[in-house]
Nanobody
Framework: QVQLVESGGGSVQAGGSLRLSCAAS????????MGWFRQAPEKEREFIAA????????YYADSVKGRFTISRDNAKKTAYLEMSSLKPEDTATYYC???????????????WGQGTQVTVSS
């Protein structure tokens, strides 16, 4: 099982930017896709973005398309989520996850990080 740890969360003003990181460890000998999700209080976990192992498949949710960028550095075993033009609606706990195959379905991700809080003020 792959262990994941998110970092980089914090509080920013609307219109600001933030970069989240997700460091992987453990059983990472096989290829795996990475995804980012978020969950606000009283809401379901929401898919944000996904990226394949070779970075040739990337998909964004409409709510963040054009504002967020997902990337990964396999040599560093780290995935990133660059967020810009942040809105108060982006306030949530952000989670990274790993899956055996490229997917956008939360149920297909088998490893999850502990989450990092992002708060955007108006």
């Amino acid at each position: 099982q792959v262990q994941l740890v998110e970092s980089g969360g914090g509080s920013v003003q609307a219109g600001g930017s933030l970069r989240l990181s997700c460091a992987a460890s453990g059983r990472t000998g096989s290829t795996y896709a990475m995804g980012w999700f978020r969950q606000a209080p009283e809401k379901e976990r929401e898919f944000i973005a996904a990226i394949s192992w070779s970075r040739d498949r990337i998909y964004y949710a409409d709510s963040v398309k054009g504002r967020f960028t997902i990337s990964r550095d396999n040599a560093k075993k780290t995935a990133y989520l660059e967020m810009s033009s942040l809105k108060p609606e982006d306030t949530a706990t952000y989670y990274c996850a790993a899956s055996r195959l490229y997917t956008t379905n939360s149920a297909d991700f088998t490893s999850w990080g502990q989450g990092t809080q992002v708060t955007v003020s108006s």
